[in-house]
């Protein structure tokens, strides 16, 4: 609209328009941007991302076990056994390819495994753990 107003029809009015378009769609794509990836209201949604991928998880790491007759030393030895395995964990990033994997630690024959939360500190309220039932699984919650 800006280029028809100036080149074609020379009219301030389609140029006008033009610019209040183009300030329009950036504010919205900026407001977007910001509540789905620093707003409490987005954060909110990855962590119930992060627990149905921590729920997922278990499984993944149980099977790598089945095959190797061992816990993985890491998440990305789970690679070895499916290499579609994701351990990314969406809360800790702000988009593109920034996200760290969950926590996990290998203790003897069990393992730990959780998102540090929100707050991204390890050891607090808002930390998600897997919710599954861990009667024959190697999972604890440390």
Same mark, same amino acid.
């Given at each position: ?13 389609? #140029? ?6 183009? %300030?329009?769609?950036?504010? #919205? ?15 909110? *949604?990855?962590? *119930?991302?992060? !627990? ?9 790491? *149980?099977? %790598? ?24 964990? &969406? ?10 994997? %969950? ?5 003897? !024959? ?7 939360? =929100?707050?991204?500190? =390890? ?6 753990? &897997? ?8 999972? #604890?919650?440390?």
């Amino acid at each position: 609209m800006v280029v028809v107003g100036v080149v074609k029809y020379k009219d301030k009015r389609l #140029i006008f328009i033009g610019c209040l378009a183009i %300030f329009f769609t950036v504010a #919205i794509y900026g407001f977007l941007y910001y509540l789905t990836y620093y707003s409490d209201f987005g954060k909110r *949604e990855f962590a *119930e991302i992060a !627990q149905k991928k921590l729920n997922n998880l278990v499984p993944e790491i *149980e099977f %790598f076990k089945l095959k190797k007759g061992r816990y993985p030393d890491s998440l990305e030895q789970l690679l070895e056994v499916n290499e579609l395995t994701d351990f990314s964990d &969406p809360v800790s990033g702000n988009g593109g390819d920034n996200y760290r994997p %969950f926590n996990y630690k290998k203790i003897g !024959q069990h393992y730990t495994l959780f998102s540090s939360g =929100i707050d991204q500190i =390890i050891n607090t309220n808002d930390d998600i753990y &897997p919710r599954v039932d861990t009667g024959h699984l190697g999972l #604890i919650r440390e």
